[in-house]
């Protein structure tokens, strides 16, 4: 105990020394504030300029109370220009436009630990330019969402369960699905949390001419994934490996769960010659497993499936 107070006191009186040696100019605007000038840029998803869109800019005070908004509308070249005084620890960026989705983005001038320029009461750089993107409202429909939410136990480890993407469901005897549209395996070490040394989840397409490609989110987007599969992309990626704990590390070429979703197609259906005739699309945004305590691990696993055949779109209301 008197270990740990003291190791406290140390850690306290080194961030309190750091403190003293950040320049008197960036001090004074983290407790006064300073002045600073935001060009928001607002483009749609085709690249072009968004004109009379809607913009709120808050602007943080060191106590969210004490911050105010900026309110206004983007010119004819989608601009719209914000400047006020800020303390610079809380920026928050709303934009709205009737037929598009919401987008929004949080800035900081003073990032945790990290100390920014100030220079003459400014906030540097003064008329930063940040550009968000509008992304239409296309075409979105009702279409099998489902999730396991916070996680669902997995049935039996180092074996391959296949699951239903319309039934949002393991199959028989697991579950209630009766169509594999992929299978996933658990390996674990049978330990609990707080001792578990391995724990890796494997999700492999079933079938000729399933699998899956990446696509990258629209992080800022209030729908910020793909809206339709590309049917004439190449569905290459047949096996996805994610190592959730463990002294590997974790492979690269699964970044789920970074900004990206796995677009999928399977339920493929050949012609004679062994072209795809017909398929079923869909895409995986959360897939990852952990060790639990009552003997199984818990996997996560999350996607949007059109269960319509052929048909490539992917918004969802």
Not at 239 to 260: A, F, M, S
């Amino acid at each position: 105990m008197k270990k740990t107070v003291i190791v406290l006191i140390i850690v306290l009186m080194s961030l309190s020394a750091a403190a003293l040696k950040k320049a008197p100019a960036y001090l004074k605007a983290r407790r006064n504030g300073a002045a600073t000038q935001l060009k928001v840029c607002i483009v749609n998803d085709e690249g072009g300029m968004v004109s009379n869109a809607t913009i709120k800019v808050f602007m943080g005070m060191n106590f969210r109370s004490k911050g105010y908004w900026i309110e206004g509308e983007t010119d004819e070249d989608g601009i719209f220009l914000a400047q006020g005084k800020t303390c610079g620890d809380e920026i928050e960026i709303l934009v709205s436009k009737e037929g598009f989705y919401n987008s929004k983005r949080k800035l900081s001038f003073a990032e945790m630990g990290h100390e920014h320029e100030v220079k003459d009461g400014k906030w540097l750089p003064y008329g930063v330019v940040e550009t968000l993107q509008l992304r239409h409202i296309h075409n979105p429909v009702a279409l099998c969402s489902f999730g396991f939410g916070s996680g669902k136990d997995v049935p039996s480890t180092n074996v391959w369960i296949g699951v239903d993407m319309a039934c949002g469901d393991f199959i028989k005897p697991y579950g209630k699905g009766e169509r594999a549209d992929f299978e996933v395996m658990v390996e674990w070490d049978g330990r609990p949390p707080v001792d578990c040394k391995h724990c890796t989840a494997h999700l492999r397409f079933v079938g000729l001419l399933s699998g899956g490609y990446y696509a990258a989110n629209v992080q800022e987007s209030e729908y910020p994934y793909v809206y339709r599969a590309n049917a004439n992309n190449n569905f290459s990626l047949r096996h996805v490996k994610v190592i959730c704990r463990g002294e590997e590390r974790q492979d690269k070429e699964c970044p789920l769960g970074n900004g990206n979703v796995l677009v999928t197609r399977t339920r493929c259906v050949l012609d004679d010659k062994g072209r795809l005739k017909s398929a079923c699309y869909g895409f995986i945004r959360i897939f990852d497993a952990d060790a639990s305590w009552d003997g199984r691990p818990t996997m996560r696993l999350a996607w949007v499936f059109n269960d319509n055949e052929n048909d490539t779109n992917l918004e969802t209301r």
